[in-house]
């Protein structure tokens, strides 16, 4: 039974940093890309970052140079930083996990098996 648990969510400053963590556990798969999600309210949701098994890596443009994807060594744990936060950035943020082979629409929601019930991340001016 897969799960993936979210932490490290908050309300910041804009400008200001935070890195979200994503537990998996369960993740038996030899080929697992995992992803981070975002949900604005009233938004539909949207594809930030990916990260394959071997390590490359996808950005959605909104987010490149200020959110880097990462994960352990293990891959049990999945990492975002997120830098120079903007207010645009308030959302839930999810992390997903795909067994899918090919290395196409990774940003694309309906690639995930496996979402985790989300962080809250509250950017003010």
């Known amino acids: 039974h897969v799960q993936l648990v979210e932490s490290g969510g908050g309300s910041v400053r804009a400008g200001e940093s935070l890195r979200l963590s994503c537990t998996a556990s369960?993740?038996?798969?030899?080929?697992?890309?995992m992803a981070w999600f975002r949900q604005a309210q009233g938004r539909e949701r949207e594809g930030v970052a990916v990260i394959d098994y071997d390590g490359s890596t996808a950005y959605a443009d909104s987010v490149k140079g200020r959110f880097t994807i990462s994960k352990d060594g293990a891959g049990n744990t999945l990492y975002l930083q997120i830098n120079s936060l903007k207010p645009e950035d308030t959302a839930m943020y999810y992390c997903a996990a795909s067994t899918a082979l090919l290395w196409i629409n990774v940003l694309a929601a309906g690639r995930y098996n496996y979402r985790g019930q989300g962080t809250q991340v509250t950017v003010s001016s």
């Open positions: 369960d993740l038996t798969y030899s080929h697992i890309c």
